[in-house]
């Protein structure tokens, strides 16, 4: 059986990883969030970033990519991701439906509030102060935001929380450089 694994941050567009096919998919009943800290990617601890969990929301839908593990990579794709994700991600299986074609099950990594991590909601303008000063061995919080927002506007994906917040990074941004 295909193992397909659902990227809706990071994975959208920096998969690093082994795959035979990649695919736009989404899920039903979730919407993305910028509600997770991150102290080992994009930001360091005492100093985190904010990166993408999902949170249920009837009637919404959330965009990513979908994509299928061979067998024989399985357990290193696997390995890789969970290192990737270790900073309060936990493995979730849920459905995932192509444009055209009927749902998949796939895994999906979510950071939920009861881990360590967990920053929850906050006002956009204060997760924009937070991003803008971010940044860890991944590069900036303000690249993961831009570079988010740049892929699900290229898939044509709708996503209000994620292209809000990159117009105020981008606003505030280009103010303190000129």
Same mark, same amino acid.
């Given at each position: 059986?295909?193992?397909?694994?659902?990227?809706?941050? =990071?994975?959208?567009?920096?998969? $690093?990883?082994?795959?035979?096919?990649?695919?736009?998919?989404?899920?039903?009943?979730?919407?993305?969030?910028?509600?997770?800290? =991150?102290?080992?990617?994009?930001?360091?601890?005492? @100093?985190?970033?904010?990166?993408?969990?999902?949170?249920?929301?009837?009637?919404?839908?959330?965009? @990513?990519?979908?994509?299928?593990?061979?067998?024989?990579?399985?357990?290193?794709? &696997?390995?890789?991701?969970?290192?990737?994700?270790?900073? @309060?991600?936990?493995?979730?299986? &849920?459905?995932?439906?192509?444009? =055209?074609?009927?749902?998949?099950?796939?895994?999906?990594?979510?950071?939920?509030?009861?881990?360590?991590?967990?920053?929850?909601?906050?006002?956009?303008?204060?997760?924009?102060?937070?991003?803008?000063?971010?940044?860890?061995? $991944?590069? $900036?919080?303000?690249?993961?935001?831009?570079?988010?927002?740049?892929?699900?506007?290229? &898939?044509?994906?709708?996503?209000?929380?994620?292209?809000?917040?990159?117009?105020?990074?981008?606003?505030?941004?280009?103010? =303190?450089?000129?």
């Amino acid at each position: 059986m295909a193992l397909w694994i659902f990227g809706y941050g =990071s994975l959208v567009w920096r998969p $690093s990883l082994d795959f035979v096919e990649r695919r736009e998919a989404f899920i039903e009943g979730w919407t993305r969030r910028f509600w997770q800290g =991150s102290t080992d990617h994009r930001g360091v601890p005492g @100093g985190p970033g904010r990166v993408v969990t999902l949170v249920p929301s009837k009637g919404e839908r959330c965009w @990513g990519i979908a994509y299928r593990i061979a067998h024989a990579h399985r357990d290193e794709v &696997m390995a890789l991701l969970d290192h990737r994700e270790q900073g @309060g991600y936990d493995r979730v299986e &849920m459905q995932m439906q192509f444009r =055209s074609e009927p749902s998949v099950a796939g895994l999906v990594y979510v950071a939920t509030q009861d881990n360590p991590n967990y920053l929850g909601p906050a006002e956009l303008a204060d997760i924009a102060t937070q991003v803008l000063g971010a940044s860890g061995p $991944s590069g $900036s919080n303000v690249e993961y935001v831009t570079k988010l927002a740049s892929a699900l506007r290229e &898939m044509g994906a709708r996503d209000e929380h994620v292209f809000e917040l990159a117009r105020i990074v981008a606003r505030r941004a280009a103010s =303190s450089a000129g």
